[in-house]
T-cell receptor, first 113, second 114 residues
Framework: DAGITQSPRYKITETGRQVTLMCHQT?????MFWYRQDLGHGLRLIYY???????DKGEVPDGYVVSRSKTENFPLTLESATRSQTSVYFC????????????FGPGTRLTVL | AQSVTQLDSQVPVFEEAPVELRCNYS??????LFWYVQYPNQGLQLLLK??????LVKGINGFEAEFNKSQTSFHLRKPSVHISDTAEYFC????????????FGTGTRLQVFP
């Protein structure tokens, strides 16, 4: 029972580079989410997806791109990383049996130099 | 729109003492309320949730929370904490009619000392 996994767990990159963070879940949950966690802000929603090929913006979507070609995967891409995108990124998912509850991955700590 | 305020950024407490972590929310619609816990270097884990019914909700690890609609609060309590309860605790709210979006508070760091 792998649940929800994220890769890489740690990433250091430079300003201007493209970075993709991966999220994979084995529950066949229809909904998936990306959050960033910053000190003093808690978690803020970047993008979410209700199903394959359906995505929508959250609170802080600028500078990020998502795709969802398969139900189990929800990659997050920083097309041109900036220092302000240094953060811990969490992926989450939820299914139809518990429509009110999100389950979180372990997170990816991204540092942009 | 909803918002969540966690009044204490840090709460230090000695082992076996009781603790209360405060959470207030603001919303013009009916809400669901949640507490998540984040242990060091880990993701968030659901501690408990209030959907409807009894206003006193019991969760994992001996935690409980009480929904108070008139005070728009959802404070988390534990009668006797352990060293292992040291973690970051997040209160969150979602619209009952649209659970797509969870709004989180800024978190409370619970530090339990021996």
């Amino acid at each position: 029972d792998a649940g929800i996994t994220q890769s890489p767990r740690y990433k250091i990159t430079e300003t201007g580079r493209q970075v993709t963070l991966m999220c994979h879940q084995t529950w066949s949950h229809s909904y998936m989410f990306w959050y960033r966690q910053d000190l003093g802000h808690g978690l803020r929603l970047i993008y979410y997806s209700a199903a394959a090929d359906i995505t929508d913006k959250g609170e802080v979507p600028d500078g990020y791109v998502v795709s969802r070609s398969k139900t189990e995967n929800f990659p997050l891409t920083l097309e041109s990383a900036t220092r302000s995108q240094t953060s811990v990124y969490f992926c989450a998912s939820r299914g139809s049996r518990e429509p009110d509850t999100q389950y979180f991955g372990p997170g990816t700590r991204l540092t942009v130099l | 729109a909803q918002s969540v305020t966690q009044l204490d950024s840090q709460v230090p407490v000695f082992e076996e003492a009781p603790v209360e972590l405060r959470c207030n929310y603001s919303s013009s619609v009916s809400v669901y309320l949640f507490w998540y816990v984040q242990y060091p270097n880990q993701g968030l884990q659901l501690l408990l949730k209030y959907l409807s019914g009894s206003t006193l909700v019991k969760g994992i690890n001996g935690f409980e929370a009480e929904f108070n609609k008139s005070q728009t609060s959802f404070h988390l309590r534990k009668p006797s904490v352990h060293i292992s309860d040291t973690a970051e605790y997040f209160c969150a709210v979602s619209d009952r009619r649209n659970t797509d979006k969870l709004i989180f508070g800024t978190g409370t760091r619970l530090q339990v000392f021996p």
